[in-house]
């Protein structure tokens, strides 16, 4: 490890709450798909803030809304109208299944609204008393106590029991526990389309079809948690689309914002009937700096056929990652969908190590689990720099198979 990361590493040490595994770098500054460090080293960002700065860092579109908002009115609660979230609720309609929105700050709140959302609806609007959704392995819902007893990984769940009772595990992709998922209490099912956070795994065609047919039939609302799948990620505005499904709700956050803390719960009419006035709220949720961010960001997606770019390069990327898989034994496989993919590692090579190396060479890579790297950048990655970071792989699986690596 160099110097500058050694210290970097030290630095840790601090008053905060070690609730995360940082990497030893400190980044100060970010344009398009990079960002630079306080040493002045630049990194191309595969990350995206995980997902999340899908026009690439500070967006000219977003910022100058913004600037523009900051100088008007910062905050005002929800007790009375702000323009930017209406526009921005018509937006998100106009352009999926949904037509009623509701606005909050994170992925957790966007889908502790949905978990409400349904059991409300089911005991209010459908008159029964069915409770429970119905969530899958490997799937990640959220930090909170609700999401993340909806969530199917064990390590996110250690040491916070007892959990909130009302949810259930299925396993994903499989076909034969779709039998066990109606029975009198259920009410809705949760899930990703694209699992990111549990190993980049897209769900097979079938078998959503398979489950969305179930829901139908039984009166079960199909949720998709497209926190990390909305907004262009996976090369179609939102991922449901890939499946020829219409959810009856969604949660957003991530790409929302373009990195302003915003969620929102996407629902069909007769849904979102279930919450009246004083049923759910919060006091910073779609804050007019937040909303402004997430229409400018949605506004200029649209405006400028970002998605249709994601497809592109997304397709660009996962091609030169196949390639790549041919000549590294420790790749194992490579999976994902549109500008998220995952490089699935034999377990000879841990996924820290590559994105360690990848950080002393100048690109920011993700986990998704010990076995995964996972790629998120910008939605606005060009074909160079596709090229580039493809490069910086290259040589570090290089090395490592030639065990010139420690
Ligand atoms: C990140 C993520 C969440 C949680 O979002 P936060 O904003 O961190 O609360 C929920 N679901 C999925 C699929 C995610 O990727």
């Known amino acids: 490890m160099s110097d500058k990361l050694a210290t970097a590493e030290q630095a840790q040490a601090t008053t905060l709450m070690s609730t995360y595994q940082r990497f030893p770098i400190t980044i100060v500054k970010g344009k398009g798909c990079s960002v630079w460090d306080d040493q002045g080293m630049e990194y191309l960002d595969f990350a995206s803030g995980i997902g999340t700065c899908n026009l690439g860092h500070v967006p000219e579109a977003v910022e100058k809304q913004v600037a523009n908002q900051l100088s008007q009115l910062w905050h005002c609660s929800n007790l009375y109208h702000h323009p930017a979230q209406q526009e921005l609720a018509d937006l998100l309609t106009t352009n999926s ?49 609700g999401t993340l007893s909806a969530t199917g990984q064990a390590k996110i769940q250690d040491g916070f029991a007892p959990l909130l009772p009302g949810f259930r595990c299925l396993p994903y992709n499989d076909s034969a526990a779709l039998e066990e998922l109606v029975t009198p209490e259920t009410c809705a099912v949760l899930l990703e389309l694209v699992q990111g956070e549990g190993g980049v795994h897209p769900a097979e065609k079938e078998w959503i079809e398979q489950l969305a047919a179930i829901c139908q039939e039984n009166d079960l609302l199909l949720m998709v948690d497209e926190v990390q799948t909305g907004i262009g990620r996976t090369g179609k ?81 996962a091609g030169k990652l196949q390639q790549m898989k041919q000549k590294y034994q420790c790749i194992q496989a490579i999976r994902g969908l549109g500008l998220m993919q995952g490089i699935v590692l034999d377990g000879t090579v841990q996924a820290k190590e590559i994105i360690t190396k990848g950080l002393e060479q100048g690109v920011l890579l993700l986990p998704a689990g010990p076995d995964v790297v996972r790629l998120l950048p910008p939605l606005i990655i060009t074909t160079e720099e596709i090229d580039q970071a493809v490069a910086v792989l290259e040589n570090i699986f290089g090395e490592i198979e030639s065990g010139e690596s420690e």
């Open 97 to 145: 299944f949904g037509d009623e929105v509701f606005l909050c700050n994170s992925g957790a709140e966007a889908n502790e609204a949905a978990i409400k959302l349904a059991r409300r609806y089911a005991q209010k609007v459908k008159g029964t008393n069915a409770y429970e959704v119905v969530t899958f392995t490997q799937s990640f819902h959220g930090r909170t106590l």
């Open 237 to 317: 505005l939102f991922a449901y689309e890939h499946y020829g499904i219409e959810p009856d709700v969604m949660s957003l956050a991530k790409g929302l914002g373009s990195g302003f803390p915003l969620g929102a719960v996407v629902a069909k009419k007769h849904v979102a009937k279930a919450f009246v006035p004083g049923t759910h709220g919060t006091t910073f949720g779609g804050n007019p700096l937040a909303s402004t961010a997430g229409l400018a960001t949605m506004t200029h997606l649209l405006g400028e056929n970002i998605v249709q770019q994601a497809e592109t390069q997304g397709s660009y990327l």
